[in-house]
């Protein structure tokens, strides 16, 4: 006979109901914790459709900003052959004007200041036009084999008058074992050059400015050194960003503030970058250091006859 009271538990009956207990308290963890899943399911595909939305609009921004500056790269295209067109008849008509002998000083002088600020209005145009054809895509490189030494000569045919006239001294030292002809882009090394030794005769009221050229390495390395205003070291940050000139710049002569920012844009073209050091009142120096491959004499093209 069982002595176990009426309504008594045995230890095999609290068993099974502890691990009933277990199992519901499981159940019920589980279902909280599917709950929690199915809500940050929401969260999930919330934040995705969010995300989506967001890169829809990113891409119409995209193609709108894209449209825009296609549309400004061809205003600017148009409005440049409207104004080179009579910019140009201005000037053919004061270069011939100032031919005429029976002019008066004084007439001469008004045709010089006419020819003066047509070519620098031309400059300016063209400077506009070169940073709207890179912000239309990276600056491509041609190839070619030119002569280095007849480029250098001629950069100092074309400075030195300029510098003569401000009564400033324009060196140009060559390497001895500088090759004399070479294979890279020579229109953008030609124009960074002239851009560099513009600024640096601009900006340099006494003394000089000095061009250097080293070869090594399969590497030519260029420096415009000028002991010119200097740079302050607050404004070298943003020097070749485009349309930023320095704090004497505007006051010593008007420009669009574009020369530096091609001139590094075409540094980088030919597989160099432009670096600068400067010390205010005591002049900078310019630098940069490209590829070459050196060419012989046979590989240069003549110019086509006019």
Sequence with gaps: ???????????EDVDILQELAEALSE??????????????????EKEVAERRQAELELYEAKEAAEAANRAKSTFLASMSHELRTPLNAILGFSQLMQRDQGLMVGQRENLAIIARNGEHLLAMINDVLEISR??????????????LH???????ELFRPRAHERELLLLCERAEDLPRYVRTDGGKLRQVLINLLSNALRFTEKGGVTLRIEHGGGRLRFEVEDTGIGIAPEELGTLFDPFVQT??????????????????????????RIGVRSRVGEGSVFSFE??????TGEEVQEPAPP
């Excluded at 002595?3 to 538990?9: D, K, N």
């Excluded at 041609?142 to 002569?147: G, H, L, N, R, S």
């Excluded at 007849?150 to 100092?156: Q, S």
């Design 1 to 11: 006979v069982s002595s176990r009271r009426p309504g008594a538990f045995s230890d």
């Design 290 to 295: 490209i590829p070459i491959a050196e060419a």
């Design 134 to 147: 890179i912000e239309a895509g990276p600056a491509m490189l041609q190839e070619d084999a030119f002569d």
């Design 27 to 44: 159940g019920f963890q589980r279902m909280d914790d599917l709950g929690a899943l199915e809500e940050r399911n929401r969260v999930l």
């Design 150 to 156: 007849g480029l250098l000569e001629e950069l100092e």
């Design 247 to 272: 704090a004497r710049g505007p006051s010593i002569q008007g420009g669009t503030g574009l020369g530096l920012a091609i001139s590094q844009q075409f540094a980088r073209a030919l597989g160099g």
